[in-house]
């Protein structure tokens, strides 16, 4: 079968950000993979859960400021020096971590840089590509992100913990000169192109389109799937350790097989989504749902097998509700002219939510226990099912 030519430019364009994603998510979930090894060094979970949080604040301001800043400013800009940026503050961070206040910063900066991509890749894909094309574009660098994080286990296996540290920030120093290139070639053969799209109206009127567009609902999704696919999966290695009882070293091999697996949710999203027709609400309503379901059979199945295997099926139910979300979702703002600016505003959301459940979750897993915290979980998926009951419907 023969592809039309705006098939051919939405697989460059969607390979270029799902590259440049996978080097981001990379750098993402270091922190997260080499945590068993820094505690076993003597760096505490208290401290390691202030520096993920500070990093989530940083991270979700950065992305409402560069969400607005990305619907400006062309996206090689905004990605390449935010794939730099990171890069520096990343390798310096695995230097510094003695200095707790520096680290903190540090490390905060890290998510500030990374914020800067996200939001203006997802715009600039919504406005290269038919709409079917810009969400399999957006699963792509979607299945990219989880991805990463198996690759960052993978290097925790067999490095040791600044080591991962570099090793990251090389790959993020590659992805940005590679990408502001690829980028500035698809410019000059028009694949890329710019300001397309603009908001209608200014201030109370693009808030009032953006409500019709159901922005409120998808507020409190971006909320809830945050604290599981980015909070949740970071403290993921540090369950398998001290709720499961496995090594430190252990621990890193299960989370980059978990991962790995994880890493398919993409493509579950997009199986389940076009059996139902390609109905957006449906699949995220059957989603939340199972991931409920798996989160209950956690908590009721402590074998570790069978424990590791449902809390795995929770996570990428719940992630595959995200994926719609900012697959789905966000390219589908296309016409408001506001892609960056609501995605930014949604993963604001998202990582403010994820923010505090690290803070809370690192006190909690000793105060309450891991088994109280998974019920917590699946309270999260409870909301996300009444959230999405078409009661119109029902009540016919």
Known sequence: MTLSKNAKNAIMI???????????????????????????????????????????????????????IGDKIKAKWMISMGLFGAAVTNFVFSRVTVYPTTAMIVYGLTGFFLSMIYGPMTKVVSENTEPHHATRCSLGYTFASFFGSPTAGLLASFLAWEAVFAVSSGVLVLMSVAGFCFFTAFERKKIVQYGQYKPKEKGSGNIRVLIEHEIIRFSVISIITGVVRTSVVFWLPTYIAQYLGFSAQTSAGIFTAATLVISMTAFLAVFVYERLNRNMHKTILIMFSSAAIFFALTYFVPHPVFNIIFMI??????????????????????????????????????????????LIFANAASVIGWGNLILVWLGLMVIGVLLMIPYRKLFK
């Open 313 to 358: 099926a929770a996570i990428m139910s719940s992630n595959a509700s995200a994926s719609m979300l900012w697959s789905r979702y966000c390219p589908s703002l296309r016409d408001t002219g506001m892609v960056s600016s609501a995605t930014g505003f949604l993963d604001f959301l998202s990582y403010m939510a994820a923010a505090a459940a690290n």
């Open 14 to 68: 969607g390979a270029l950000c799902s590259i440049s994603y996978f080097a981001v998510y990379i750098a993402r979930n270091i922190l997260s993979a080499v945590t068993p090894q820094m505690v076993e060094l003597g760096y505490t979970e208290e401290y390691i859960g202030r520096i993920s949080s500070l990093y989530f604040v940083f991270y979700a301001v950065g992305q409402l400021i560069n969400g607005s």
